[in-house]
């Protein structure tokens, strides 16, 4: 089992996912876990206005650090900005997520009914490696 209390605990928060990333500075709310009553409340640690958008944050992380974790970058990230992704690396993380579309969909055809052409990505045979 698990005796010791942790620092941080990792989790998918259904509502929180949704908000937009800001700088923790900027940030509208928090999330408070509560062990006792095994909770996690979002609370508000600044002024919202009605129709206002509520930002979450991700802490002071660089865009390698962003992408990496949350699969984003930040616009002028005051934290560092810049992350490079070469093809090779795009194209192992895709083929690694079994990112391969398979079968036609309504997308794919052109006004007359038939196949678009225009689509000629073929999936690599062998998954390149990655820098990991």
């Not at 998954?127 to 990991?132: F, N």
């Amino acid at each position: 089992g698990v005796g010791a209390a942790h620092a941080s605990t990792q989790a998918m928060v259904p509502f929180w996912d949704m908000l937009n990333h800001v700088s923790p500075e900027l940030a509208s709310v928090r999330l408070e876990h509560d062990e006792r009553a095994a909770s996690l409340k979002m609370v508000c640690v600044r002024e919202v206005r009605r129709g206002s958008e509520v930002f979450n944050t991700y802490g002071a992380l660089g865009d390698d650090e962003l992408l990496r974790r949350y699969g984003f970058v930040a616009r002028a990230n005051p934290h560092g900005g810049g992350a490079e992704v070469t093809l090779r690396e795009l194209v192992a993380a895709a083929a690694k997520a079994r990112f391969v579309v398979q079968g036609t969909y309504d997308d794919d055809a052109s006004e007359d009914g038939s196949e678009s052409e225009s689509d000629d990505f073929e999936p690599p045979a062998k998954a390149p490696p990655t820098s990991d």
